[in-house]
């Protein structure tokens, strides 16, 4: 019934569509001139790029992919195309019917002028109507300087205002209040379900491949959804359709090699790149407690692009990579086994193919069949204890999104997709000759159906409108066999009832309902607005853990019968203020937001192999809230910016019964709970072919739970808690300084080449990521803190492209 209303929706937009397109008698006929804006250098598409028609003055802006549409009247045309860091360019059209033609930027590199964080226009951030959204080219990610010579594109997320981490090293990022799993990461648009490599330290994305990334943190289209916090969006550059080209890099971590061009000349054109880390050799330098560690990684991105006219393109991702993490002890196993070493295998898989149609001057149909999965295995080799604990998610996704242009005050988009969901929680097998017991959780399985439907209306000059609307629903479905609980006691496996069993295919449980997203901009002068905006995000499926930072094992779980499905409502204000010539931005936010069926986790729960997860979890509200500034210098041989952050974030779990509290049903703060954090990045550029930057932050420690007192017990010391997460641990402060020399661009030359120089952690801070205790029979208990890197990091990178 959902497939066939959302069907029926798609065909009537459709249809109305072409109808709005048909002039009645009399009326003028108009034209459109399109195409798409790229890089002359790298062929990679241009968005925010301003558009001017001299002859009459008006105005268009190239979309995300650097897709723009014209539409006048028949006749001769000047367009002036024109964007921060290339050269203006003039084009000259005659428009008597439907033109289609590509535009290429030369890159300006004699003013030196860089954008530090975003690549839109030089007024996109007063201009554009929603909030709370940030872009970075790739371009700016490698002025920031790079830890051991990674170019990192999640770490350079972190100068950016409302994104932190729980610690150094720590795997995924929250945002304004959110937990690393409620960050929905797409990767060319296949959702990524771990995006760290070696346990957290280094991001799976090649900055060799990636074009942009896109933060919605506030403003999320209604065209996402799935996630309550923030969606990440990481475009992957189209390949070289004119010339064969092979790029790369040599670092102390790891290594790059990709290769890029045409099959057939501007219409089948390919790239790949992989990029492999092999450390192992560095461990046997190390000191004794860490011989036998394996922390090695590999990554393969493909992209196959078809266009075989100018109204179709077809396009194929793909992308694998593969961990290896194996310890010398068992101490982030959580199995309760006593191993002589544990290893962390993990992968990801994903494909995406993709059919963009040009329908005509005012239409486009967007249509995806996305596969993604996730694997995470943990094995101990001992004979007497020997076992293999498999986890996973299968995401498989087909949708389709349309975009109307009836006139230059509307653009309509609508779209629907579904989700088949397959997850298996944990299956633990033990070795030939071991004494593990074996351990199979029942899979889960569900549909994920949403539908949209959201336009932009530009009421005048100064006010414009973002509106949508979504809704999405969870089908849970069979086989499942279901627990039932007895009436009037709290979930647990003393109070099970009989189970309910349902077959498979049988649609047992749903959930659901409508999403409305608001932004509204408006202009209060030359280079000033005000925003406001509102949403609401549901989030179905969830990273169950009792960790601070998520181990890739750590299990997902679908919304069921008993865990609810999180919604998140959150309002924004801000302002925006830039300079006559756009060199300096400034800008506040602040933010609301509340969680409902917020999840945390009881005191003592075991998670990893609970059978039912529902007793180990309780869900409860939650607030966040905060303001966000950030000022930024665009223009000039200093650019760079500075961003403070106050955030609070607070859960409240509480319930009639006792053992469903956390903290006798106080509020208490996140995990994540980080007040201030203070960022500030500055690139120096003499030349064409120097630059030097540096880079500050500072942050507030986060919570942790520390023992309220001690008792003595049968002669044997036990700690006792009282209540979650009322400590911190130190704060943090780091420096960091980076070098890039590269190849003079005065100087044509084919091959090209760079070196970077970097050092993290200048001043050598041994930040805190835990303090933990080591109990004692003389003083009672020890206070240690872990320090992930206590001393100052030097590397060198040597990149090249030929």
């Known amino acids: ?62 979309a995300k992919d650097g897709f723009y549409v014209v539409t006048m009247p028949p006749g001769e045309y000047v367009l002036k195309f024109t964007h921060v860091g290339y050269r203006p360019k003039l084009d000259t059209i005659s428009l008597q019917k439907l033109l289609f033609r590509e535009v290429t930027l030369e890159d300006d590199s004699k003013d030196l002028e860089e954008v530090v964080v975003t690549s839109e226009a030089p007024d996109r951030n007063i201009r554009k109507v929603e909030m709370g959204v940030s872009q970075l080219t790739i371009r700016s990610i490698r002025r920031i300087p790079p830890l051991l010579g990674e170019v990192d594109v999640v770490r350079s997320l972190l100068l950016l205002p409302g994104v932190t981490t729980v610690g150094e090293g720590a795997p995924g990022f929250n945002v304004r209040g959110g937990s690393a799993d409620q960050n929905l990461i797409l990767f060319d648009g296949a959702p990524v379900f771990n995006s760290s490599h070696l346990m957290g330290f280094f991001s799976v994305f090649n900055p060799d491949v990636v074009r942009d990334v896109t933060l919605n943190r506030g403003g999320v289209a209604a065209a996402f959804g799935g996630r309550a916090s923030s969606v990440l969006d990481v475009k992957i550059k189209e390949p070289d359709a004119e010339k064969w080209s092979i790029n790369g890099g040599i670092g102390l971590i790891s290594s790059r090699l990709g290769v890029e061009g045409p099959l057939i000349k501007n219409k089948l054109s390919m790239l790949a790149a992989v990029r492999a880390s092999f450390n192992d050799f560095l461990f046997r330098l190390a000191p004794p407690g860490l011989t036998g560690t394996k922390a090695n990684f590999y990554d393969l991105t493909t992209k196959l692009k078809y266009q075989p006219s100018e109204k179709h393109t077809i396009t194929l991702t793909g992308y694998v990579s593969t961990d290896v993490f194996k310890l010398p002890s068992d101490s982030l196993s959580g199995q309760e086994i006593n191993a002589s070493s544990t290893q962390f295998n993990y992968q990801t898989l994903n494909g995406a193919l993709r059919w963009n149609y040009f329908v005509g001057r005012r239409v486009n149909l967007a249509t995806s069949l996305i596969l993604s999965r996730y694997q995470a295995d943990l094995s101990a080799a001992d004979s007497a204890n020997a076992f293999v604990l498999k986890s996973g998610v299968w995401h498989r996704q087909l949708k389709s999104d349309l975009t109307f242009t009836p006139s230059e005050k509307h653009q309509w988009q609508a779209g629907a997709s579904v989700i088949d969901y397959f997850v298996q929680p944990n299956t633990r097998t033990p070795g030939p000759n071991s004494n593990v017991l074996p351990v199979d959780l029942a899979r889960e399985q569900g549909y994920e159906l949403s539908a949209y439907l959201q336009d932009e209306w530009n009421l005048n000059a ?5 509106a949508g609307l979504r809704y999405s629903a969870l089908l849970n479905r069979g086989p499942a066999s279901v627990r039932t609980y007895q009436e009037g006691l709290p979930r647990e496996d003393e109070s099970i009832g009989a189970d309910q069993t349902y077959a498979a295919g049988k649609i047992y449980h749903s959930a659901g309902g409508l999403e409305p997203r608001l932004a509204i901009r408006w202009s209060v002068g030359e280079g000033r607005s005000i925003k406001a905006g509102y949403s609401r995000l549901r989030q179905y499926i969830q990273q169950i853990t009792n960790t601070t930072a998520a181990l890739p094992t ?15 409502d959150q309002w924004s204000l801000g302002y925006f203020h830039n300079t006559t010539d756009n060199a300096v931005e400034a800008s506040g936010e602040v933010y609301y937001k509340t969680l409902t069926n917020a999840i945390d986790y009881r005191d003592g729960a075991e998670l990893q192999l609970a059978e039912a997860v529902e007793t180990q979890i309780v869900q409860g509200s939650g607030q966040a809230y905060g303001f966000e500034g950030l000022l930024r210098k665009n223009k000039g041989r200093w650019t760079g910016f500075t961003s403070y952050t106050y955030a609070r974030t607070f859960l409240t779990m509480d319930s009639q019964f006792s053992a469903e509290r956390v903290n006798n049903g106080r509020a208490y703060p996140a995990n994540y709970d980080k007040p201030h954090t203070f960022n500030a990045l500055a690139t120096y550029r003499p030349t064409a072919w120097f630059s030097m930057s540096l880079n500050f932050t500072y942050s507030t420690g986060r919570p942790i739970t520390q023992p309220y007192a001690r008792a003595r017990i049968n002669g044997v010391i036990v700690p006792i808690y009282v209540d979650r997460n009322q400590q911190r641990v130190p704060d943090y402060h780091r420096l960091d300084f980076s070098m890039l020399f590269e190849q003079n661009p005065v100087k044509k030359k084919r091959n090209q080449s760079s070196w970077v120089f970097s050092i993290y952690n200048v001043y050598a801070r041994k930040n805190a990521y835990s303090i933990f205790y080591r109990l004692s029979s003389r003083s009672g208990s020890d206070a240690y803190k872990l320090a992930i890197f206590g001393t100052a990091f030097p590397s060198l990178t040597y990149n090249f492209k030929f």
């Not at 959902?2 to 029926?8: E, V």
């Not at 929706?9 to 109808?19: E, F, Q, T």
């Not at 100064?462 to 973002?466: C, M, T």
């Not at 750590?554 to 998140?568: E, F, G, N």
């Open 1 to 62: 019934m959902h497939g066939r209303l959302l069907l029926i929706l798609s065909i009537c937009l459709l249809n109305g569509a072409m109808a709005q397109q048909r002039k009645p008698p009399g009326e003028q006929r108009a034209f459109s001139a399109t195409g798409y804006v790229r890089d002359a250098k790298t062929g990679q598409p241009i968005q925010g790029v301003n558009i001017v028609v001299m002859n009459v003055s008006k105005g268009y802006v190239t």
């Open 462 to 466: 100064a006010v414009s409108v973002l």
């Open 554 to 568: 750590s299990r997902w779980h679908l919304s069921d019968v008993y865990t609810k499905p999180q919604i998140a």
